[in-house]
């Protein structure tokens, strides 16, 4: 059974992540979101370009301390002439873990392609 979530519940979802303190402690209820519901899904987590300066290693080694899966990454889905793209909208850091631990797959939400153009 797919897991779908509502925009306000991923606005809810990524402020309860940092409010525990696991990434920054910015406001993430205000993030503009496109898409109105977002799917659950695995995704390859070397799809995605990282900055340097996206991610703090103190909380990368928090994450890869972690003896659970950290919970899913947020994106969004966007589509041009040329396909589909992705951008994180949060989850960077555990991008960060995945890439580092070797996996080939993670949790995500994504916005779902119906919503966005």
């Known amino acids: ?12 979802y990524m402020h309860k992540i940092h409010s525990k303190g696991w990434d920054d402690d910015s406001d993430l209820r205000t993030t503009p ?4 519901s977002y799917i659950l899904t695995d995704i390859n ?3 995605f370009w990282l900055e340097e300066d996206r991610f ?7 994450y890869m301390a972690l003896e659970t899966e950290p919970p899913p990454i947020v994106i969004e889905r966007y589509r ?6 992705f951008i ?5 850091h555990r991008i960060e873990v995945a ?5 080939t797959t ?8 119906s919503d966005t153009s």
């Open 99 to 103: 890439l580092r631990k070797g996996q």
């Open 56 to 62: 703090w290693d103190c909380t990368v080694d928090k």
């Open 33 to 36: 979101l496109r898409s109105t």
């Open 88 to 92: 994180v909208l949060d989850g960077y």
């Open 106 to 113: 993670i949790l995500a939400y994504i916005g779902s392609a």
């Open 45 to 47: 987590p070397a799809e």
């Open 1 to 12: 059974m797919e897991k779908i979530l509502t925009a306000n519940q991923i606005r809810e």
């Open 80 to 85: 041009d002439n040329e396909g589909d793209f």
